[in-house]
């Protein structure tokens, strides 16, 4: 792939908390949309937010619809160190596939991604839960990274300041929120 001044880079998709989260050196970033899947509350986290007692849930990218997100252009000559921190952060427990899909950037230009893609058959992978079922796991996980809740409230927040709708999340993070200031 090509960046804005001609020297190679890499691409990397966000959709979760490598939005407002990245952690990884980055030339540019821009709104994307990824087509052919959608952003889900639908993995079981034993380790980020939650644990194999107490588990949370973090986003995937399951199959089917399209998703916007961030995209994030990453030098040459920091594609290694920054698909290393990636698979480190993401593959914990190997439930993603690593692929590069198509993604329209917001200044209309295609570039392959890299993406992680929820493995469907991997035994973490919860499915389609209700926002019942989601309200129970992301209230009670806390893991290595923090409160599930403030993953969830996190990512909604910056979706909505990039103006990026995701009605379902938007409807467990207003619930979140409610529950969040009635406790404080």
């Known amino acids: 792939m090509h960046g804005t001044d001609n020297t190679a880079t890499h691409?990397?998709?966000?959709?979760?908390?490598?939005?407002?989260?990245?952690?990884?050196?980055?030339?540019?970033?821009?709104?994307g949309l990824l087509k052919g899947a959608h952003r889900s509350?639908?993995?079981?986290?034993?380790?980020?937010?939650?644990?194999?007692?107490?588990?949370?849930?973090?986003?995937?990218?399951?199959?089917g619809g399209s998703c916007r997100g961030?995209?994030?252009?990453?030098?040459d000559a920091d594609w290694a160190q920054v698909y290393a921190y990636l698979q480190e952060r993401e593959q914990v427990t190997s439930v993603?596939?690593?692929?590069t899909r198509p993604v329209h950037l917001a200044d209309g230009r295609m570039v392959g991604a890299l993406a992680f893609l929820v493995d469907e058959h991997h035994e973490q992978f919860?499915?389609?839960?209700?926002?019942?079922?989601?309200?129970?796991?992301?209230?009670?996980?806390?893991?290595l990274?923090?409160?599930?809740?403030?993953?969830?409230l996190n990512t909604a927040r910056h979706l909505r300041e990039l103006?990026?709708?995701?009605r379902q999340l938007m409807a467990l993070a207003d619930l979140l929120a409610?529950?969040?200031?009635t406790a404080a």
């Open 11 to 31: 691409w990397v998709f966000g959709y979760g908390s490598l939005i407002w989260n990245p952690g990884f050196a980055h030339v540019s970033a821009q709104q």
């Open 96 to 99: 993603y596939r690593d692929v």
């Open 145 to 152: 990274s923090g409160r599930n809740v403030d993953y969830v």
């Open 41 to 63: 509350l639908s993995i079981v986290s034993h380790h980020h937010r939650g644990t194999v007692e107490q588990p949370g849930l973090v986003f995937g990218l399951t199959r």
């Open 178 to 181: 409610h529950e969040d200031a």
């Open 126 to 143: 919860a499915g389609r839960l209700s926002l019942d079922q989601q309200l129970a796991m992301v209230r009670s996980g806390v893991g």
């Open 163 to 166: 103006g990026i709708r995701d």
């Open 70 to 75: 961030m995209v994030f252009e990453v030098a």
